[in-house]
């Protein structure tokens, strides 16, 4: 398939299997002179064997850390500022280049702009998500005291190299995950794509180039009207508010849940919402709702204690005052209304609709 750019704030995403042209050039037109390749044993093996031969290696370090969000933290920071460090990268001529999901991505990324007050990088995403979602929109950052992605910072990188051909090593559970920000960015933006993403089957069918594009370009328009959140931006959170909370308690769990998978729930939990009190119809909630049973594991999310639930919605950095929790609902599929709100009651409620409707 074709490459596709699209260019977002003040840099490019190439997107497509033979952007190495493209990749090449860019690196050349910069001038770098030492390339800091960040993965994970992951990525190590399925993505970074595929820069062989691609690649001047003179000049090439190989920063690796251990997968997975248990390593992003600052521990793991210290560790890459340190390698940065020892090979005295600076901001002129060195670049970071994130080869991974958004775990990498996010961390790679804090580091880089932080390092010497900023060093270039660029973002590789090597997962659904990261592919989708986490590799533009310029917020960066790692966890810290339990909470996720507490300490960080918005900045932009050079350039989103995206090769979907990375997705032929990913487990089913990680393309589910990110497939459910695809179904996000349709629901809340583009109905259209909703009716595409409806007549897919199976997910190890899909070519996943077709629909990255458009949910790029959904992303890519929402977060250069608002990049730092302050209003449109909280569109993307659709989904977001009950299933975070819903991630974090399964995270104490032996059964956690992916980002995805949480979010799943909270998109049926807050159409729920949106048919209660914002005029979603009920036939767009049951599309929803038979949508999800369709590709999404029925998970017990009574098993949780409500009002442990109700504290980490409280305490979500989505929220302006701690007394209001901030929704995005959905008006209809395809359109969203941001900074809405609901009872204790009505999310208990939607809870209740899922375990009756999922289980
Ligand atoms: N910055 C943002 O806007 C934003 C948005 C959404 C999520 N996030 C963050 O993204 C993170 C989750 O990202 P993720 O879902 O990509 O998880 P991840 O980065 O942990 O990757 C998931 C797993 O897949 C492995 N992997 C990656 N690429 C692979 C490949 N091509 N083949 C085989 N295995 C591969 C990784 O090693 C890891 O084990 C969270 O930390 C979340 O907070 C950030």
């Known amino acids: 398939m074709h490459t596709t750019t699209l260019q977002v704030a003040d840099y490019n995403l190439f997107v497509g299997d033979n952007i190495w042209a493209e990749f090449q050039d860019f690196l050349t037109l910069k001038n770098y002179k030492q390339f800091f ?26 920063i690796e850390i251990q997968s997975g969000e248990i390593a992003k933290n600052i521990d793991t920071c210290q560790h ?12 002129r001529t060195s670049v970071l280049i994130n080869l991974g999901g958004g775990v990498i991505g996010d961390m790679g990324g804090f580091c880089a702009a932080t390092f010497k007050r900023g060093i270039p990088f660029i973002q590789m995403p090597t997962t659904l998500l990261s592919q989708v979602d986490s590799s533009i929109g310029g917020k960066l950052g790692i966890d810290f005291g339990h909470v996720k992605n507490s300490v960080g910072v918005f900045a932009n990188p050079q350039a989103v190299f995206i090769l979907p051909a990375f997705l032929e090593t990913l487990s089913e559970r990680e393309i589910r995950s990110g497939f459910a920000e695809i179904v996000k960015h ?14 897919i089957e199976n997910l190890s069918d ?44 399964a995270l104490r769990t032996p059964q956690p849940l992916t980002h995805g998978e949480a979010i799943a729930i909270g ?5 729920f919402l949106s048919n209660k009190n914002h005029h979603l119809s009920s036939g767009e909630l049951s599309e929803i709702v038979v949508f999800f049973k369709k590709f999404y594991p029925k998970y ?24 209001e929790i901030n929704f995005s609902f959905l008006p209809t599929i395809g359109n969203v209304s941001i900074n809405q ?12 609709f899922y375990t009756k409707v999922c289980s």
């Open 37 to 62: 390749f960040l993965v994970d044993e992951n990525t190590k093996k399925s993505c970074l064997t595929r820069f062989f031969n691609k690649f001047p290696a003179e000049n090439a370090h190989v």
């Open 80 to 91: 890459i500022w340190s390698e940065l460090m020892h090979h005295s990268a600076d901001r």
């Open 186 to 199: 349709a629901l809340i933006a583009d109905n259209t794509s909703w009716k595409q993403l409806q007549k």
């Open 206 to 249: 899909v070519n996943w180039q077709e629909y990255l594009v458009p949910s790029l370009k959904i992303k890519k328009s929402i977060v250069e009207i608002d990049p730092f959140e302050r209003g449109l931006r909280k569109a993307l959170n659709f989904g977001h508010t009950i299933g975070h909370a819903l991630e974090s308690m």
């Open 267 to 271: 998109m049926v939990c807050e159409a």
């Open 300 to 323: 017990n999310v009574q098993a949780f204690d409500f009002q442990d639930i109700m504290h980490l919605i409280y305490n979500d950095k989505k929220n302006e005052t701690a007394s």
């Open 341 to 352: 709100t609901a009872s204790l009651e009505a999310i208990q409620e939607s809870l209740n």
